[in-house]
């Protein structure tokens, strides 16, 4: 068929797309889901200040590099948040806290992965301040974490 007639044609959607869409259409309409994504953010909040705290007094007061502080507050920051998301954000008592911990810690990797990239971006690319460079990272990832916490690490 020619590439022409190809764009013209239309497709029906899968089923995976369809069943997608409705999913999430079903499940914003669920304040329960809202209600956990407060709670997700307000735990979200605490680990922030503790990650930025702790980044900021690797950098500042005991001088370790940007790169390897990142990491260091990370692993602080991470264990407080899952024990709260665990226990109030949504309430997943029902699996086993070491299954739970790990698909946590591995959604937190892949968050930070990508927190990591902007935060170096940032710094070396941009030459913004380590501190603020690390705030607006975090925020940036915080969406990707969500969605992997609830729909993989907490899911009910």
């Known amino acids: 068929m020619p590439e022409e007639l190809m764009s013209t044609v239309d497709l029906p959607q899968t089923a995976v797309e369809l069943s997608l869409r409705l999913r999430v259409r079903h499940g914003m309409r669920r304040p329960h889901n809202w209600v956990q994504l407060v709670r997700f953010v307000a735990v979200g909040a605490t680990g922030y200040v503790v990650n930025l705290a702790v ?3 690797c950098v500042h007061l005991i001088g370790i590099d940007y790169r390897v502080s990142a990491v260091v507050a990370f692993i602080v920051s991470v264990t407080n948040n899952f024990w709260w998301n665990r226990h109030w954000t949504f ?5 086993h806290p070491i299954f739970q911990a790990v698909r946590f810690f591995t959604v937190s990797l892949v968050a930070f992965g990508f927190t990591y990239v902007v935060l170096v971006a940032l710094v070396s690319g941009v030459g913004m301040s380590k501190v603020v460079a690390q705030a607006i990272a975090i ?3 915080t969406p990707l974490s969500f969605l992997g916490q609830k729909l993989w690490s907490f899911r009910a």
């Open 55 to 57: 980044f900021a007094a």
């Open 139 to 141: 925020m940036a990832g």
């Open 91 to 95: 309430g997943a008592k029902q699996d």
